[in-house]
């Protein structure tokens, strides 16, 4: 068998560059990862799908496209504007595909403005249309809202329902609303149709918490919130840790004495965590922003090599990684505060204690559930050491 005859199914992601609602949308980082990211590895998670295809017309896109295991393909200009198609791009797509011989049965159309894209949900519709159950599938949610509109005049009237009569939500019969997220098909019949919906069509319910579609910044907030909260956790992967001091391997407060000296409380936990990573061959760094003879001590102590004074992490961190010949996408850095936001952006596990800052919860991969000098670095520790 060929590797051109082992593809059934294929999932194309269309993914441009050019959004004004959000600018560098498709790789804005729900969750710590770019949605691009998240799409493809939704894709390969599900278990169906043999090559997961991103089109675009943008650099960086491709870049985080490859890096989690995606084909990409070219997306040609005039297929790239506000007003192109999504239709046109997958249609592209299988086009280059069937030029190396490529020709997929079933075809997987997802978008990457959906951040929450259930993995077993996509293998659900990729089911129904390999067993010719449905000519297409789609990702919809279950809804009991009452749809309104406004006439001509302005005037409100009511749609699918009748406004005299209230029924209890057990007394009506449900509504789907397309969530985005992904639609199934068999290829030909998508080529003779030029659309998604074409023959028999079915529904796959997902969550409602998965619904979420990215138009605009408010919607991007709301789905960085409540990435740590939908998506389920997942093995830590990282080879290297990074971390800040204070509000990590400390509560953030500070003794000082009358002669100006500070002191700092630390969890022993904390510190049996990091001898079990430097057991486990695990490199590991501080770096810290404070120049304080405490910071360096701790570092000592712990046997961790230690970067303190640092105005610009980010610097020192490329730098760092450059020396000891360490790949950032498989680091881990574990921070607390803005100013930590900047070499967490650098690393392919940017990581949060429980009590950081709105914007750290925000930008972080995975939020851990302690707080900083209670415990977080012991947590990560384990995390790490359980995913080997």
């Not at 969890?267 to 003879?293: C, H, K």
């Amino acid at each position: 068998m060929t590797v051109t005859d082992a593809v059934d199914t294929v999932a194309v992601i269309p993914a441009r560059g050019g959004s004004k609602g959000v600018p560098g949308k498709n790789v804005a980082r729900v969750g710590g990862i770019p949605l691009i990211s998240r799409a493809v590895h939704a894709a390969r998670m599900s278990g169906v799908i043999d090559l997961v295809v991103v089109s675009t017309d943008d650099d960086a896109i491709a870049s985080a496209a490859r890096g989690a295991g995606a084909r990409v393909v070219d997306r040609p200009a005039d297929i790239s504007g506000d007003t192109a198609t999504s239709e046109s791009a997958v249609l592209h797509a299988l086009d280059a595909l069937a030029a190396d011989g490529i020709h997929p049965r079933v075809t997987a159309f997802l978008q990457a403005t959906s951040p929450f894209i259930p993995s077993d949900a996509l293998a659900e519709a990729v089911a129904l249309v390999r067993d010719a159950r449905a000519d297409c599938a789609f990702a919809a949610r279950e809804s009991y809202e009452f749809v309104w509109r406004r006439d001509a005049d302005g005037a409100a009237a009511a749609i699918g329902h009748d406004a005299a009569r209230r029924p209890r939500r057990q007394e009506r019969e449900p509504h789907y609303v397309e969530t985005g997220a992904f639609y199934v098909f068999t290829t030909d019949g998508f080529r003779r149709a030029g659309h998604r919906f074409f023959g028999r069509t079915e529904i796959v319910e997902v969550p409602e918490a998965t619904s979420i579609e990215i138009d605009d910044p408010g919607q991007l907030r709301a789905a960085q919130a409540l990435a740590h909260l939908v998506a389920p956790a997942e093995p830590v992967t990282a080879t290297v840790v990074v971390t800040d001091f204070d509000g990590v391997h400390t509560d953030d407060s500070a003794w000082v004495d009358a002669a100006g000296t500070e002191h700092v409380r630390v969890s022993r936990s904390d510190g049996m965590g990091v001898a079990l990573l430097r057991r486990a061959g695990v490199p590991m760094l501080i770096l810290s922003t404070e120049q304080n003879a405490v910071v360096r001590a701790r570092a000592e102590k712990l046997r961790v090599e230690v970067v303190h004074g640092v105005e610009d992490k980010a610097s020192v961190l490329r730098q760092w990684a450059l020396e000891k010949g360490v790949d950032l996408a498989d680091a881990a850095y574990l921070g607390n505060d803005v100013n930590d936001l900047p070499a967490m952006a650098l690393v392919g596990w940017p990581i949060a204690v429980a009590d950081a800052h709105a914007d750290v919860l925000a930008a972080a991969r995975v939020v851990l559930g302690r707080c900083g000098g209670d415990g977080a670095v012991r947590e990560l520790a384990d995390r790490i050491l359980a995913a080997r």
